[in-house]
């Protein structure tokens, strides 16, 4: 299986601040990564597929990069609704795995 | 409006079962590959199953053995069989659309299931 480890486990944060999460893959998975959004109480929602593609409705402000096996998902310039849980996926083979999440805090 | 609604959630005796449904709507639902994702009280996001069109499926190891997936296309419809519930099954259980590109999108509001004597 794939491991994916995300990192840090958790950021503290101010609004306007800039903001990047980092996933590693275990292995090379091209570029079959997904970023997601979770806020408490709510479904995930998609914001980055194909490790650099912004998910239509997605705010501009959020980008991915990276190939191989490591990516990196960055907010622009956080705003208070962006306060959340940020999750990577690979697609490359099946199991599916997940990161282990980034809980994106206010300072 | 793409919509995804799960329902078939409650509580379980450990050993027994449950099934998950998960009704779509807004989309032309035979033309997608289906998943279902479940999220421990607390944890992290966990796959577990994938159904394509053509009833092609995988299962996580975790579940493998117990867990069923179907889909009924004509009732624009997935399911989740699950037997043998184990405590650590306890979850919140997300159907998720896959449109194309090895990615979940959307997600059902999730249908809560619990485990527990």
């Known amino acids: 299986d794939i491991q994916m480890t995300q990192s840090p486990s958790s950021v503290s944060a101010s609004v306007g601040d800039r903001v990047t999460i980092t996933c590693r893959a275990s292995?090379?998975?091209?570029?079959?990564l997904a970023w997601y959004q979770q806020k408490p109480g709510q479904a995930p929602t998609l914001l980055i597929y194909?490790?650099?593609s912004l998910h239509s409705g997605a705010p501009s402000r959020f980008s991915g990069s990276g190939s191989g096996t490591d990516f990196t998902l960055t907010i622009g310039s956080l705003q208070p609704e962006d306060f959340a849980t940020y999750y990577c996926q690979q697609g490359h083979s099946f199991p599916r795995t997940f990161g282990g999440g980034t809980k994106v805090e206010i300072k | 409006e793409v919509q995804l609604v799960e329902s078939g959630g409650g509580l379980v005796q450990p050993g027994g079962s449950l099934r998950l449904s998960c009704a779509a709507s807004?989309?032309?639902?035979?033309?997608?590959?289906m998943n279902w994702v479940r999220q421990a009280p607390g944890k992290g996001l966990e796959w577990i199953s994938y159904?394509?069109?053509?009833?092609?499926?995988y299962y996580a190891d975790s579940v493998k053995g117990r867990f069923t997936v179907s889909r009924d296309n004509a009732k624009n419809s997935l399911y989740l069989q699950m037997n043998s519930l184990r405590a650590e099954d306890t979850a919140v259980y997300y159907c998720?659309?896959?449109?194309?590109?090895?990615?979940?999108?959307?997600w059902g509001q999730g249908t809560l299931v619990t485990v527990s004597s």
């Open positions: 159904i394509t069109r053509s009833n092609t499926i």
């Open positions: 194909a490790a650099s």
């Open positions: 998720a659309r896959d449109p194309s590109g090895r990615r979940f999108d959307p």
């Open positions: 807004g989309f032309t639902f035979s033309n997608f590959n």
């Open positions: 292995q090379d998975i091209a570029n079959w």
